[in-house]
């Protein structure tokens, strides 16, 4: 299997949470003349107060003459002609790197937007005390602010939101990285204007609310790595808007519902890791802008069918540690753009399908422990792409050619241990290793392993 997501070292971080450069960041900078609203200005600092900040990092926002103008404090965006707070980002250190589907520009974008905004330990100190009957945070009125980002601080109570409740042109809420927990809160869906919800990396729980239908503009919807249980809700149906959905890491299950198939405008669809127990539903292969799909770690049953070809914009595929059934169709070679697929630890049985040669942006295939059997196709040599194969655990057998390899530029990784596959020949280990055969022009296979684990 094969995840996405993966945790890196601060130096990488770049807001990538935010997918769209925020805009007017770098106007709101640079233009001398803007000056915040006072109100605003009294509510920021009126703000900072009730935050502990051991590391000092908001200490532009301040009273002092040099920094009175709130729109150049660090983390704030400004309306550009206005003046209003636009945007709040608050990001503490330990945000996930999330590369797939971002270009260089966008990671670019948010690189600078990051080194604006970043921040240390954000607390909100009198959530550990007593006494306070009043809610800790003042009762802010930042009615213009598109875009908060409260991400990676250490917030546990989502009693200290309810002053974001309010925000009703909120466009941007990102609150991944935290530590709220219970369920999502009932207000929410008084943000009828939000585009990008992340409550990811939480510990939210109980069920997907209901609620949630009335945030009908969302595109972006993510609720990965929390608590979440029972079935995906069919209220889900009225996010049609939605173009990244991600439900990952949760303990959701009950079939695939079928109300999922009016987000006809999916790119990107992630389930991995709950416990859905479906077949794979056929309306998901009509989805013809669906680039990453990611069904991983579930116990999905039932065959994959021949309409699977239809998924034409698909880049990544992972259908992996299931309960897959039935044979791999010859329509898989139809996905020209797909750049990953994972189907290992599944219970897929007869022969590789010669058109899987015609998957010409292929990089990874894993198809380890299955049933497959049958012989290596020919057609393999076509996958010039190829940077990492896994068959081992398979019934493959026959004779393992050189031409199966020499076009293979860019193999960094074979696997096909348990097999019954035998060599042509010594000097056909020998080209698949590029040990010492100048002759051939064929960069090195770093990692053959086709007698044993
Ligand atoms: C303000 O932002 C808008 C929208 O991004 C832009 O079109 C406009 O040129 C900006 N104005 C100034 C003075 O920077
Ligand atoms: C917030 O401020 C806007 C204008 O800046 C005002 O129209 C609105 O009534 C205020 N809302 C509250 C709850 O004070
Ligand atoms: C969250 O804060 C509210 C209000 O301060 C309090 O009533 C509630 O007990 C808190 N919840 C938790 C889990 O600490
Ligand atoms: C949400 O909207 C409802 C109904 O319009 C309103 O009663 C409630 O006060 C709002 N909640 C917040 C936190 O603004
Ligand atoms: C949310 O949608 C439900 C069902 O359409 C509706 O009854 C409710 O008033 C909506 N809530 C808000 C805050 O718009
Ligand atoms: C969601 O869709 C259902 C069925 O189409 C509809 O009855 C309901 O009012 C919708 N809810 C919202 C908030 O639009
Ligand atoms: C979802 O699709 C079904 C069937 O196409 C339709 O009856 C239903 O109204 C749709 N729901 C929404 C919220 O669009
Ligand atoms: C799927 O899981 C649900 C809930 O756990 C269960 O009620 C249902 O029988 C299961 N269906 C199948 C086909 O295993
Ligand atoms: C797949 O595409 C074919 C040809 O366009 C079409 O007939 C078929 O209904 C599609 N299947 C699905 C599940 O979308
Ligand atoms: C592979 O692609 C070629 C050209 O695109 C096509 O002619 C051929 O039928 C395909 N083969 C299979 C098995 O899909
Ligand atoms: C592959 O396995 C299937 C049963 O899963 C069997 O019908 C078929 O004959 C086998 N093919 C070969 C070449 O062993
Ligand atoms: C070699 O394969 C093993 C097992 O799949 C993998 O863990 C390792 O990272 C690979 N090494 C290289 C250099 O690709």
């Not at 926002?61 to 704030?76: K, N």
């Not at 990952?248 to 127990?277: C, K, W």
């Not at 259908?319 to 996905?335: I, R």
């Not at 198809?367 to 059997?373: A, F, G, P």
Request: glycine share 6%.
């Amino acid at each position: 299997m094969m995840r996405i997501t993966i945790a890196v070292p601060l130096t990488l971080l770049l807001c990538l949470l935010t997918i769209h450069p925020p805009p007017n960041f770098c106007t709101a900078h640079s233009d001398s003349e803007v000056r915040c609203i006072e109100s605003e200005r009294h509510a920021l600092l009126n703000f900072k107060q009730h935050l502990t900040d051991p590391s000092n990092r908001l200490a532009s926002w301040a009273a002092s003459a040099s920094d009175v103008d709130c729109c150049h404090w660090v983390g704030v965006v400004c309306h550009n002609r206005t003046g209003h707070v636009l945007q709040l980002h608050l990001r503490s250190n330990y945000p996930v790197y999330d590369y797939e589907l971002t270009t260089i520009e966008q990671r670019t974008a948010q690189d600078e937007a990051y080194s604006r905004s970043r921040f240390g330990e954000l607390r909100l100190s009198v959530c550990y005390l007593s006494g306070f009957i009043s809610p800790p945070i003042p009762n802010i009125n930042f009615s213009s602010l598109t875009t908060l980002d409260l991400s990676y601080n250490s917030f546990e109570n989502t009693s200290i939101l309810f002053w974001v409740f309010g925000l009703h042109n909120l466009v941007s809420l990102d609150l991944s990285g935290n530590q709220f927990q219970g369920p999502i809160p009932v207000h929410l869906q008084n943000l009828t204007s939000l585009r990008h919800l992340d409550l990811s990396w939480n510990q939210f729980q109980g069920p997907i609310p209901v609620h949630l239908q009335n945030l009908t503009s969302l595109r972006h919807l993510d609720l990965s790595y929390n608590r979440f249980q029972g079935p995906i809700p069919v209220h889900l149906q009225n996010l049609t808007s939605l173009r990244h959905l991600d439900l990952s890491s949760n303990q959701l299950q009950g079939p695939i519902p079928v109300h999922l198939q009016n987000l006809t405008s999916l790119r990107h669809l992630d389930l991995f890791g709950n416990a859905f127990n479906s077949s794979i539903p056929n309306w998901l292969y009509s989805f013809s802008h669906l680039e990453f799909l990611n069904l991983g770690y579930n116990n999905l049953q039932g065959t994959l069918s021949s309409a699977i070809g239809n998924l034409t914009s698909a880049i990544s595929i992972d259908l992996s540690y299931n309960k897959l059934s039935g044979q791999l169709t010859a329509e898989l070679g139809q996905l020209k753009n797909l750049v990953i697929l994972s189907l290992e630890y599944n219970s897929i049985s007869g022969p590789i399908p010669w058109s899987i040669g015609n998957l010409s942006s292929l990089r990874y295939l894993d198809l380890e422990s299955n049933q497959i059997n049958g012989t290596l196709p020919q057609s393999f040599g076509q996958l010039s792409k190829l940077e990492s194969l896994y068959i081992g655990l398979n019934m493959l057998e026959g004779v393992v050619l050189e031409v199966h390899f020499t076009n293979l530029m860019r193999l960094k990784t074979l696997v096909a241990a348990q097999n019954r596959l035998t060599l042509e020949s010594r000097s056909s280990l020998l080209v698949i290793s590029r040990v010492n055969n100048p002759e051939v022009n064929i960069p090195e296979v770093t990692n053959v392993s086709f007698c044993g684990y």
